[in-house]
Nanobody
Framework: QVQLVESGGGLVQAGASLRLSCAASRLAFSSYTMGWFRRAPGKEREFVGG????????DYADSVKGRFTVSRDNTKNTLYLQMNSLKPEDTAVYYCAAQWRGAQVARGEYSYWGQGTQVTVSS
């Protein structure tokens, strides 16, 4: 079955950077719109950023615009999230998700989800 495996999380201090990766298998990666979501303790899951299957369009939550960058490498079936200037409020479990040829990056119906990777930002 489809697998999405996140990696790259960890414990960092405020202001640091991290790059998350999401390795996809058993799906036609280049045909999938990919998204990053996060769930902080006691909060609902929220959209962070994503990239359309064509690769031409990205979208971000206002809280991360200018700090986070989503990219993809279709030759490696991998999605990335470069996170700079991290803040304590970025602490959460980060998930990647996939939707087949999705047009709506932020509000689309994502069919496949990874298990998540923990990001903790200390002040």
């Amino acid at each position: 079955q489809v697998q999405l495996v996140e990696s790259g999380g960890g414990l960092v201090q405020a202001g640091a950077s991290l790059r998350l990766s999401c390795a996809a298998s058993r799906l036609a990666f280049s045909s999938y719109t990919m998204g990053w979501f996060r769930r902080a303790p006691g909060k609902e899951r929220e959209f962070v950023g994503g990239i359309r299957w064509s690769g031409a369009i990205t979208d971000y939550a206002d809280s991360v615009k200018g700090r986070f960058t989503v990219s993809r490498d279709n030759t490696k079936n991998t999605l990335y999230l470069q996170m700079n200037s991290l803040k304590p409020e970025d602490t959460a479990v980060y998930y990647c998700a996939a939707q087949w040829r999705g047009a709506q990056v932020a509000r689309g119906e994502y069919s496949y989800w990874g298990q998540g990777t923990q990001v903790t930002v200390s002040s």
